[in-house]
């Protein structure tokens, strides 16, 4: 059975850090292109970023620069570093995999960014 499982999110000020964390099962993670898309109030599906199989990296403009993501294949894990967080990055964040034909998603997890 796939599971995508996201945690790590949370209330953060502005200026703040969280590490989000996508546990994944099921399926052969490390073959897969791993992203983080993310939807805020009222909006819909931002593309964050993503990291490939082969441990390549892609980020969007509004997040370059404050956000990292990395994958460890040994834990079937992908993470998002996210530093100087700002109010327009509050959003449901999503964990996707993505292989051929395959594309699974998990929950979500709020990220809530306020003073």
């Given at each position: 059975?796939?599971?995508?499982?996201?945690?790590?999110?949370?209330?953060?000020?502005?200026?703040?850090?969280?590490r989000l964390s996508?546990?994944?099962?099921?399926?052969?993670?490390?073959?897969?292109?791993?992203?983080?898309?993310?939807?805020?109030?009222?909006?819909?599906?931002?593309?964050?970023?993503?990291?490939?199989?082969?441990?390549?990296?892609?980020?969007?403009?509004?997040?370059?620069?404050?956000?990292?993501?990395?994958?460890?294949?040994?834990?079937?894990?992908?993470?998002?570093?996210?530093?100087?967080l700002k109010p327009?990055?509050?959003?449901?964040?999503?964990?996707?995999?993505?292989?051929?034909?395959?594309?699974?998603?998990?929950?979500?997890?709020?990220?809530?960014?306020?003073?």
């Amino acid at each position: 059975q796939v599971q995508l499982v996201e945690s790590g999110g949370g209330l953060v000020q502005p200026g703040g850090s969280l590490r989000l964390s996508c546990a994944a099962s099921g399926f052969t993670f490390s073959s897969y292109a791993m992203s983080w898309v993310r939807q805020a109030p009222g909006k819909g599906l931002e593309w964050v970023s993503d990291i490939t199989s082969g441990g390549y990296t892609n980020y969007a403009d509004s997040v370059k620069g404050r956000f990292t993501i990395s994958r460890d294949n040994a834990k079937n894990t992908v993470y998002l570093q996210m530093n100087s967080l700002k109010p327009e990055d509050t959003a449901v964040y999503y964990c996707n995999a993505k292989f051929r034909m395959y594309n699974y998603w998990g929950q979500g997890t709020q990220v809530t960014v306020s003073s």
